[in-house]
């Protein structure tokens, strides 16, 4: 029989993308994972996540890559744990970014969107989306995201345009939809409306500015401070502290607005900072939020100053018409020569800029359709305040209270052409507004035909808000919808909590009486290895799809993975990467190992009866590994459940690199070489622990795990162990998760006996690295114990195989022997271990090793006694004291040969 064997690397630019294609042909991504079988299962409850949708017309970031390997983590997991698991993908039409990139494209032809029109634009957009879709999309796959796209949802698909009208329709049916003038971010390159989340924030040197605001009739004045000079056209007040005593005489008073000659009144208001500036406050609710606020505490005008491209309009008097700086600055200067300005200083402060054009944000007042929020945002609360949503981790919690608790209604239009057109539409003959969910020919209240179309578009998130249950059906009740809604976790960014999450969870309510999902994963971002937010500026920006290209796909999903808490940022820097693209390497070698260990064992035993081959029995390291391997799933299975992921894949890592592939294999190359029974028991667990470590580490390194697992399977059913692959389906994507099991008695005994031999091994490998002996030199070695000599005995060999001794020259002494003269004296637990190392050593460094020794056993001697001796040994349960009894033993011990080896060399 041909032995079967694997590449000597593993090349994963040649199987990534084989392997990816052989899952979706499979049919693996629907919930079935069969396409010949029915999606919907009505005694098996599904696993669902709608997929946070990425811009149409993005490119894949590291927040991208973070999401999609967290959530196809989850989503495998589910899967292979049995349930009809369902990974809705889909792209977002991304208003602003769209738009901005197809008027750039005409402006490249001399073009702007009015001189096309409507319609021209429109059909450019679609171009530019049918272009560009494919390249998020493609990048998605490569990171392994087992969607399934037969279900590929875009926001302005017919389906989710019917669910964004329909909303909107109820919503104003219910009377919580109205159009009026209100304070909005407005951004005057982008001539639209913008939230709070395509807002930045960046911390720049600005100038404060000083002045004197003249009381009406006097010489007096009240000094003011701002960033904003050109705001003072807009001021309807000057504000004070109430209990500011430098001011309280003037609250009530009338001042002069500043070349305008207005007279606006003296307030008082306790969110005036008494230490900001002068103490005192200019109001601009027309231009400012928080002055808008204090405006409606005090029935205060509002006066708007600027039009929708930031130029001053007929309320800024003699500088209408000037661009806002233009008109700072002249503004100023004729306070200047008015004697009205007192100084200038630098003040460092946070600017509002757009996120696409860059450009400072103008708080504006403007006339947009807003929703009425009060409402939506108590049946928010109370579904997380009555646990029917969880926040993970639970800190978060807090902030999404705060921010429900304190909403504002959310303004939901924008000036925009790409989008969901609002569904009004304006009366030319009797001036009323119909709201309809299918286009009209009339007006409803007259029968006009003179009917025309709001120009505005919704806000991106409003279709958003609606994705778990559009993205399914919804309005209609689909198959889908009825299935697989509620969904189950929705997984992003802890940045868009109040932004995107909060808007599905009450919007999931109001039109579906059932929460979206139960469970809310927060991840965190993604910064440089020094903890900076990554950024072009700095230089530090890693591009994922180079990653990928240099080091695969495995290895940066692990990287993020394991270096990810709930909620918290992670540093991530290339050393990491490349370290997990070497673990990536050692998985593919020890699989290797395995599957010719399993075709030898095939080779070995042609013509042989099986039978007599299964009886013999497991070696302690078989033992071990299996109980190690037994704790590890349970663990896993814990941490999935509290969702510390990336604890879950670094237990696994330590397992498979320490535990496996440098203990478990270094002894089974030992145990094969013995032949038979043997061997075949050995290759046997081999082939068991590599199969439930690769069922483990798939929801993290999907590709190097499947394509090894399938050579494994292969090698497996060609051989005389086919047995334990019998029952294996075709492929790793849908392979049962490792079954917990709970410890069995011989566990624990096995796994003390293990940690024996491997405090030997560690403190002999250790002497002889301090030591600098070659690896090939061969030494003989005693080693010592009263209570373990038994053990010492049947682990000999493998003491030698792995110490480095020969083993000819091993003798296991049981009892008590002095160290022989000539010889170096070790302590491992209850085992001397000596060795004849008398030419090499130091007796004065050797005396100065073992006192470092004494000094740490009787620390810990010390501690326990203590901890015994207090409440610790009444409170703690009985079987919890008696592990730091034995504890206490074994360092008793420990110091009291350590005191005879000392003795011993004086």
Known sequence: ???????????????????????????????SNDPRKPDFDPTKKPFVISIPPPNVTGELHLGHAMFVSMEDLMIRYHRMKGYPTLWVPGTDHAGIATQLQVEKALANEGLTREQVGREEFLRRAWAWKEKYHGRIVSQIRRMGASCDWTRERFTLDEGLSRAVREAFVRLWEKGLIYRGPRLINWSPGLRTAVSDLEVEYSEEEATLYYFKYMLKGSDEYIPVATIRPETILGDTAVAVHPEDERYQKYIGATVIVPILGREIPVIADEYVSREFGTGALKVTPGHDPHDYEIAKRHDLPVISILDEAARINENGGPYEGLDRYECREKLWADMERAGLTIKTEPYVTQIPRSQRGGEVIEPMISTQWFVKMETLAQAGLEAVREGRIRIVPERFTKIYYNWLENIQDWCISRQLWWGHRIPVWYCADCGEMTVAREDPTECAHCGSPNIEQDPDVLDTWFSSGLWPFSTLGWPEETPDYRYFYPTSIMETGYDILFFWVARMIMMGLEFTGKVPFHTVYLHGLIRDEYGRKMSKTLGNVIDPLDVMDELGTDALRFTLLVGSTPGNDMNLSLSKVEGNRNFANKVWNAGRFVINAVSDVTSQMSGTDNRSLKTDNWSLADSWIWARLQELIRNVERLFGNFQYGEAGRQIYEFFWGDFADWYIEIAKLQLREGGARAYRTAETLARVLDISLRLLHPFTPYVTEELWGHLRKALLASPLKGLAADWPEALIIAPWPEVREAEGWEEQKMADFALLQEIVRTIRNLRAEKKI????????????????????QQAATIAHLAGLDRDGLRIVEGVEARPEGHIALVAGPVAIYLPLADLIDIDEERARLEKELSEAEAQIARLEKLLAGPFAEKAPPPVVQKEREKLAAFKEKAGKIRSQLAELS
Do not use: H, N
């Open 774 to 793: 070659k690896p090939s030199q061969r030494l003989a070695a005693t080693l010592v114990s009263e209570s373990r000599s038994d053990l010492l005995r």
């Open 1 to 31: 029989m041909a032995r079967y064997t694997l590449p000597k690397r593993y090349d994963f630019k040649s199987v990534e993308k084989r392997i990816y294609e052989m899952w979706e042909k499979g049919g693996y991504f629907q919930p």
